[in-house]
């Protein structure tokens, strides 16, 4: 779609899209004050991710920790513009520093023999891999395929339909060829890559195929309505079986602060 936004004084847009101004020009060669800007639905984050505890962002695996977007659950169904920066500030803190209090305790750091020998053998077999498939098309089809059916609006057929591509882009990339060469191993972490993506990828089909209802940045053209019984996370399995787990509540404090809100007044404002 071609905006135009070259009716609004050029001192307001200078003034409250500065930086939006400078990248079109860095970027594109182009002054948005006179020129309309092409723009784009695009991946911006992911609301879903690892389950972690709240406060100190521990996963179910000892020792490990995940923060900012590959972590679930903060931002609730939709993560609002500039959060996403507070996150990786206000978490990435706390977590180092109960990873510190963590590491400062453990005297020995076990490591599981057969978790190592079982990746060894994965890295053989992905090297031995003498295929008719190379990785970074295979990835760029998982892209195009979430972008065509698992993007901005969603339907019960479209998301099947991301479903049976992302089996075709499976079964061809068990039949990988990877060579590592004198520029180094980028075909191989590409392999591994992909094979993170398929699984990602389906998992997000998987649950929003599950949510038929219309949530935050979730948007089903089919139920286009919230439903009561789908306040719950849905929580992914390794087989991606779904279960569902209640919403918390918030907090006293965060419970005070969204009463005190009020109604946002968005007259004049941008809004994400
Ligand atoms: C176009 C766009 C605009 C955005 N604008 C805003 C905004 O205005 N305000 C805002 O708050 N948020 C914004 N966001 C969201 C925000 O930028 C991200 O959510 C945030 O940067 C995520 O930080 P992170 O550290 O969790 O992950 P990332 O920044 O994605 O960092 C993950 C790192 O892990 C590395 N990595 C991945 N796999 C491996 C591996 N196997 N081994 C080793 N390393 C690996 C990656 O290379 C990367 O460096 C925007 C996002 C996009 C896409």
Do not use: K, W
């Not at 970027?27 to 911006?44: F, Y």
């Not at 940045?217 to 787990?245: E, K, Q």
Request: aromatic share 4%.
């Amino acid at each position: 779609v071609l905006l135009d936004v070259s009716h609004v004084p050029r001192e307001t847009l200078l003034e409250r899209l500065p930086r939006m101004y400078r990248q079109f020009l860095d970027l594109a060669m182009l002054d948005i004050t006179s020129t309309p800007m092409e723009v784009a639905p695009t991946a911006h984050y992911s609301m879903g991710g690892v389950v972690v505890e709240p406060d100190t962002h521990l996963t179910d695996v000892e020792g490990l920790y995940a923060v900012g977007e590959c972590a679930s659950g903060l931002h609730g169904a939709n993560r609002l513009g500039g959060n996403s920066l507070v996150e990786g500030v206000v978490f990435g803190r706390r977590v180092g520093a109960h990873a510190a209090a963590y590491v400062r305790d453990v005297e020995v750091a076990l490591r599981d023999r057969a978790a190592i020998a079982a990746a060894e053998e994965e890295v053989d077999a992905t090297l031995a891999g003498r295929g008719e498939e190379f990785a970074r098309p295979l990835q760029r089809a998982v892209r195009d395929t979430m972008t065509e059916h698992c993007g901005v609006v969603r339907t019960e057929e479209g998301l099947a339909a991301g479903l049976a591509r992302l089996d075709g882009i499976a079964a061809r990339a068990g039949d990988l060829e990877v060579r590592p060469d004198i520029a180094g191993y980028a075909d191989l972490v590409h392999a591994f890559d992909l094979r993170a993506m398929l699984l990602s990828a389906r998992a997000t089909i998987v649950a929003a195929r599950e949510r038929r209802e219309t949530r935050g940045a979730h948007n089903r053209a089919d139920f286009p309505l919230s439903d009561r019984d789908l306040r719950v996370n849905l929580i992914l399995d390794g087989d991606l079986t779904v279960s569902r787990r209640p919403v918390g509540q918030a907090s006293p404090a965060v419970a005070e602060l969204v009463e005190c809100a009020g109604e946002l007044q968005v007259a004049g404002r941008l809004l994400e």
